[in-house]
């Protein structure tokens, strides 16, 4: 058995996991083939939920070939399907509670995650978000909106064009 991580991201990490099967008796021809089964395992960073499916007796040699460009493969849908529905059901996912408009007409947001309380804020419109800006300041609600009051006063970048948040 072998497990190998294939993507992650900030909030998710996807792993596979691959173990002989029955080896494939198919192509008379050729003889039996070794085969493996699969599970593709997609986990939350958060709250460390996770999804997996899995593929029952594929040939080895083409698994081997298949592996590397998963990605551009279907192999990685169910679980991404799955992120999708659980980015809005995670318990642990930070919620927004705020938003200011700044002079550009851009919006800061700030996001608290309701398990711990910490808060954290962004601005929509330039890169600015207050980790960066006051990397020294906790993330409390108080602080997030202080900072997101000041930002909003100056900053004068327009929106982004796409709101992908
Ligand atoms: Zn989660
Ligand atoms: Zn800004």
Do not use: N
Not at 48 to 71: Q, V, Y
């Amino acid at each position: 058995m072998s497990t190998q991580t294939v993507s992650t991201s900030a909030a998710f990490e996807v792993t596979v996991t691959t173990t002989p099967a029955e080896p494939c008796t198919l192509l008379r021809s050729r003889g039996p083939m070794p085969a493996v089964d699969v599970t593709v395992t997609t986990t939350c960073r958060l709250c460390s939920a996770s999804h997996a499916h899995s593929g029952t007796g594929i040939l080895r040699d083409m698994w081997e070939i298949l592996l590397p460009k998963l990605e551009h493969t279907l192999w990685l849908k169910p679980g991404q399907e799955w992120v999708e529905a659980h980015a809005g059901e995670c318990p642990l996912r930070p919620l927004l509670v705020e938003q200011y408009l700044t002079v550009g007409g851009a919006t800061v947001d700030i996001k608290v995650v309701p398990e711990s309380g910490s808060a954290a804020a962004e601005c929509g419109g330039c890169p600015s978000t207050m980790a960066i800006d006051l990397p020294y300041i906790s993330g409390d609600i108080e602080s997030a909106r202080r900072w997101a009051q000041a930002h909003a006063e100056k900053c004068r970048a327009l929106p982004k064009p796409e709101v992908s948040r």
